[in-house]
C-alpha cells in the first residue's frame, strides 16, 4: 500500500508531551494502569532503557497534537555490553502494512549504533 504520511521519530524523553498518547497506544496491546504506564515512559533517559516513538506530525498544530502511531522500547542486554534487546514493538493497527514499522526499526538500529 505505501506510506501516505512522513512518520517523524524520536525518543520519548526529548517529547514528554506524548506520553500519554504513547501510553494509550501500548496499552491497546498490554494492558496497565495508564499511570504506571506512563510513569514507566516518562523515567527512560537517554541511557538504555530508551522508548522510541514514531507520530504523524499534525500541520499547523501544537507539538502534543501529534499523533503517535509506533512505539519501540530498546533494553541492554547485561551479558554483552555491545548487545541490545528490542523488548516491544507496535504500530497502531490502523497504519499497520504501510511501512511505519519498518522505518521504525531502522530508526532503532540507527539509533542503537549512534
Not at 500500500?1 to 498518547?21: A, D, R, Y
Not at 496499552?27 to 522508548?51: G, I, Y
Not at 506530525?57 to 547485561?78: D, F, K, T, Y
Request: aromatic share 6%; with cysteine; charged share 20%.
Amino acid at each position: 500500500v505505501g506510506i501516505t504520511k512522513s512518520m517523524e521519530i524520536g525518543p520519548i524523553h526529548q517529547n514528554l508531551e506524548l506520553v500519554h498518547q504513547t501510553a494509550l497506544l501500548i496499552n491497546k496491546h498490554w494492558n496497565l494502569p495508564l499511570d504506571r504506564r506512563c510513569e514507566s515512559l516518562e523515567k527512560t533517559k537517554e541511557t538504555f532503557p530508551v522508548a522510541l516513538i514514531g507520530w504523524l506530525p499534525n500541520e499547523g498544530c501544537s507539538p502534543n497534537e501529534r499523533h503517535v502511531i509506533a512505539h519501540c522500547r530498546l533494553m541492554s542486554v547485561v551479558e554483552h555490553a555491545d548487545a541490545l534487546l528490542i523488548e516491544t514493538v507496535i504500530v497502531d493497527p490502523e497504519y499497520r502494512g504501510k511501512g511505519y514499522g519498518k522505518i521504525l526499526m531502522t530508526y532503532a538500529e540507527t539509533y542503537a549504533a549512534a
